[in-house]
């Protein structure tokens, strides 16, 4: 409401974004999220790069289940064209319309790397936490 009397627009032109509301394994048709565009004109066949995964916009379908070429800022949807079913969206989680597969394949390579190295810190540290806590009951 407040958009409407302030007369906020968001942009229709440049890369789209889309916010993912849920992503879901659907019968009939395969990995699906659904999510909000956020900016830009969400068009089928677009690339895209979302955490560590891409993929190519294979379907959009509208909030009533139609099938579409492209969605506009504000409209809900639900798409498909995931290439893995690994490291998939969360609700949040930022998708982001790319120029390239191969910009796509690459940040989402780097993306996996870091999350991998940062597991591994966790685990690290987690590690190094319960060595800690047996060092202290074996002095106490």
């Not at 032109?13 to 849920?22: K, M, Q």
């Not at 979302?50 to 639900?78: H, N, Y």
């Amino acid at each position: 409401m407040e958009a409407g009397l302030l007369d906020v627009k968001a942009d229709r032109n440049g890369p789209a974004e889309v916010v993912v509301l849920e992503t879901r394994v659907d019968k009939i048709k395969g990995l699906v999220s659904s999510g909000i565009v956020r900016v830009g004109t969400f068009k089928k066949n677009s690339l895209f790069l979302v955490r560590s995964c891409f993929g190519k916009v294979r379907r959009i379908f509208s909030a009533e289940g139609k099938m579409i070429d492209s969605a506009l800022p504000g409209d809900p949807i639900e798409f498909t064209g995931y290439d893995t079913k690994e490291n998939l969206p969360m609700p949040g989680d930022v998708l982001f319309v790319v120029d390239s597969e191969k910009t796509a394949r690459d940040t989402a390579s780097w993306r996996s790397r870091k999350e991998q190295e940062s597991e591994r810190s966790v685990n690290q540290l987690e590690e190094q936490e319960m060595l800690a806590l047996r060092l202290f009951r074996t002095l106490t």
